[in-house]
């Protein structure tokens, strides 16, 4: 592959960014038609409670109110289906809790949907949803995972008494246990991975446009992919051929998986829209983001090695109960278990068992946030890691060293899962990363933070995930009139730089400068098929494909041109926009080739298509360094260092980019982040003043580099990376605060998010031991 001055592997600016910060973005609260209308969701204040509505007729005569539903007028509706229902391990199936488009009589989380109110204004219809009577009847709630599964608890559903969703294992129960019995160390965490609110910029929101000849919606979504919600609310809740609805997606302001997943307000306004025959449209505010939308991770698990005298690794067995929330999101039962099948991470053990349990409780649905279990299974894996090192007195890099599988142990296949890693040298990168933390220092900024009355811990974690499985893509790359091309993709950016990267992806063959070269995601209308975004798929898989249809398009576009320049197509070549004569300074521009009586849309068009044979497999090893002020228990991040294997650099820039916001995502679940239900099912933290954030002042500036091991199943090598920095971050900051407790305190036992409160209380506990 030759090297493009605007082609794969250079360090190039987003081209997008001078458009958005100069107010050019186009966001789903941006588009607003004539004679639009205005909607707002009434949900229940209730965990659990059925209700009655008493009054409808009052808010209905109000001024400017043009439509209010309930679930009673839109029973010809189907559910919003989860996609993603787990069985049990013994074949049989649990409860499958669809999500009402408004809820029946009985709600089941704060923030249920119970009426859709229309206005030609949003205050009047706020005004009026105020004004619906509704009588509610509590009823008892399950809200903590561990007393949802006992015997006797409020059941969220009548027909799964125990609100266990699913219960299914991997691996040998019987033989890990016999390995257990005989091994000469076993150590044992019982962990828990906080619930997250995911938090992006811009909140959801949906215009509804009906046209009555055609029978058709044109709806306008903030979303992470247009096809698939497509086929989503047309086939299983309107009911009507996918052909009936477009779907467009413009800039959207943030996504992180949360923004995949079709939503109760998308075909409520598709309704009220054929109903009132105006566009209808629905902005979330920030108070429907916290109570409404899919929320991420929260995990209890009990994680046990067995180990030889030596360290080395002989089981490992995992029990997980993962909260999936009233109702079954999209892809939510499938979340723990997914994070399950990465448990063998980096290491060589050689049997593993894993139990995976999907509880319901009243709370709100959750389903996948950056990493989608990936990051829950990282964290458990290397606080147990970590865990095992301090207690065989073993250093952490040594216990992980011992266990490595190693680089000719690939391809891998691991015990549970039915993973094969591909490629991955975890020694190199955890040894580079050290060196770059400067860990052989760390004992002089240790004895440095003492004399100041502060205690200081290091952490490490390496950590390998899966990226860019599944369905390819097919891609459209089209010449336009001006010489430059049209790149026609059904992935979504939301944020991650698309325009810049596909761009680049097509530069490499068609050798044109990024601002000749567009790219058009997002709509049903122009993009035929996709799958979106998600699981760090875009550049591994919708990338490729974009590369694959710019060759096709550059083969082409010689063979147009060799009659023209009267030479063979194997002496042409594509330089700066043009085909020439290899060696001559003969050439036609892309601009004077379109106007060729051959260019028909089939010779200008490069068409390419790449779906993965195996999955991805992008790994890495991240160092925190952290000081605590006892006084307060506030802790800093006071350095951190990356080293990671994406197998291919695109666009060095966009990548330290992706790994950057991982990171602070993962500082902040580490340290700040908790959501907080209380005993009646209330999230008592439902606002931005209650609910901490990560700020610039909460982390350090990065040491980010890669030590690259091409991937064998991607034809560039790549692996993908938009999550990556979610999944390292956690255990290396928390295995940094336990670091820093145990030196000090002897404390080993500590939950994200270490919040300067958890923190305080456990060295002031520990210290009253101590004491006593």
């Known amino acids: 592959m030759t090297v493009k001055k605007f082609g ?20 789903a609260d941006d588009v607003t038609p004539e004679r639009c209308l205005h909607a707002v969701v009434l949900r229940s204040p209730h965990a659990h409670a059925s209700f009655t509505f008493t009054d409808l007729d009052t808010a209905r005569a109000m001024k400017g109110v043009k439509l209010i539903l309930t679930a009673a007028d839109i029973t010809h509706l ?22 009402p488009v408004l809820a029946k009589g009985v709600a089941k989380h704060v923030g249920d949907a119970v009426a859709f109110v229309v206005a030609d204004t949003q205050q009047r219809a706020r005004d009026a949803a105020e004004a619906i009577g509704i009588d509610y009847s509590p009823l008892p709630a399950a809200v903590e995972m561990k007393k949802a599964i006992k015997k006797g608890a409020p059941a969220v559903w009548a027909q799964q008494k125990d609100n266990v969703a699913y219960d299914t294992s991997m691996g040998d129960k019987a033989k890990v246990d016999a390995i257990f019995k005989a091994a000469d160390r076993v150590v ?7 619930r997250l609110i995911t938090n992006y910029m811009e909140t959801r929101g949906c215009l509804a446009e009906y046209d009555a000849p055609s029978k058709g919606w044109k709806l306008t979504i903030s979303s992470q992919g247009v096809h698939g919600l497509r086929d989503t609310i047309a086939n299983a809740i309107l009911k009507v051929k996918p052909a009936k609805l477009q779907v467009v997606t413009n800039d959207v302001g943030g996504g992180f998986g949360t923004k995949s997943f079709a939503y109760r307000e998308y075909p409520l306004c598709a309704e009220a829209a054929k109903r009132t025959k105006r566009p209808v449209k629905w902005i979330a505010d920030r108070a429907d983001h916290f109570i409404s939308d899919a929320q991420g991770r929260d995990n209890l698990a009990v994680a046990e090695v067995a180990m030889d005298k030596a360290g080395k690794f002989l089981a490992m067995r995992f029990d997980i109960l993962g909260n999936l929330g009233a109702y079954l999101s999209q892809f939510g039962p499938y979340i723990p278990y997914l994070g399950a099948t990465m448990m063998t991470g980096v290491y060589r053990t050689p049997e593993i068992y894993v139990r995976v349990r999907g509880v319901y409780t009243n709370t709100v649905p959750v389903d996948a946030y950056r990493g989608a279990g990936r990051p829950e299974a990282a964290y458990l894996l290397e606080r147990l890691v970590d865990r095992a090192a301090r207690e065989t007195g073993m250093k952490p890099d040594a216990i992980r060293r011992k266990n490595f599988i190693s680089p000719k142990a690939m391809p891998y296949t691991t015990p549970i899962g039915g993973r094969t890693y591909d490629t991955g040298d975890f020694d190199q990168h955890m040894t580079r990363a050290m060196e770059s933390a400067d860990w052989a220092g760390f004992k002089e900024r240790l004895r440095t933070a003492r004399k100041t009355g502060m205690i200081r811990g290091i952490g490490l974690a390496t950590y390998i995930e899966c990226t860019a499985w599944g369905d390819g893509e097919d891609v459209e790359v089209r010449l336009d009139a001006d010489g430059g091309v049209t790149v026609f993709s059904g992935t979504q950016s939301n944020g991650q730089g698309h325009a810049t990267a596909y761009a680049q992806f097509a530069a490499t063959h068609l050798d044109l400068p990024l601002e000749k070269i567009r790219v058009v995601q997002g709509d049903t209308a122009q993009v035929k098929t996709g799958h979106g975004t998600g699981g760090s798929r875009s550049i591994p898989v919708g990338g490729v494909s974009v590369y694959l249809a710019s060759e096709n398009l550059a083969e082409k576009l010689k063979e147009l041109a060799s009659q023209k320049l009267e030479a063979s197509v194997a002496d042409l070549e594509i330089a700066d926009g043009a085909v020439r004569v290899a060696g001559t300074d003969k050439r036609i521009t892309f601009a004077d080739l379109a106007k060729l009586p051959g260019a028909t849309p089939e010779a200008t068009t490069g068409l390419g298509d790449f779906t993965p044979p195996n999955a ?6 991240h160092i925190a360094e952290v000081e605590i002020d006892p006084d307060t228990g506030v802790t800093k991040i006071v350095r951190y260092s990356i080293c990671d294997d994406f197998g291919l650099a695109v666009n060095p820039i966009l990548l330290a980019g992706q790994v950057h916001g991982g990171v602070v995502q993962g500082v902040g679940q580490a340290l700040l982040e908790k959501t907080v239900y209380d005993s009646d099912g209330q999230l008592v933290t439902a606002s931005f003043m209650d609910y901490c954030m990560p700020r610039a002042d909460d982390v350090p500036f990065f040491h980010f580099e890669t030590k690259n091991v091409p991937s064998t199943t991607n034809p560039l090598g790549i692996k993908g990376a938009g999550e990556a920095g979610s999944i390292g971050s956690c255990p290396a900051v928390m295995n940094a605060v336990v670091d820093a407790l145990d030196r000090a305190y002897g404390i080993r ?5 270490a919040t300067p409160d958890r923190v305080f209380a456990a060295i002031r506990g520990a210290s009253k031991k101590a004491a006593a």
Not at 8 to 27: C, F, N
Not at 83 to 91: C, F, S
Not at 188 to 194: G, L, Q
Not at 616 to 621: Q, V
């Open 188 to 194: 044992k965490v019982d962990i828990e991975n906080n």
């Open 78 to 99: 189907g559910d919003v289906p989860c996609l993603a229902p787990l069985p049990n391990g013994d074949g049989t199936q649990g409860h499958v809790a669809h999500i």
């Open 616 to 621: 991805t497999y992008p790994n890495g090893t």
């Open 8 to 27: 794969i592997g250079q360090p190039l600016r987003r081209v997008e960014d001078q458009r958005l910060l100069t107010g050019g973005g186009r966001y």
């Open 749 to 753: 036992d500590i939950d994200m998010p």
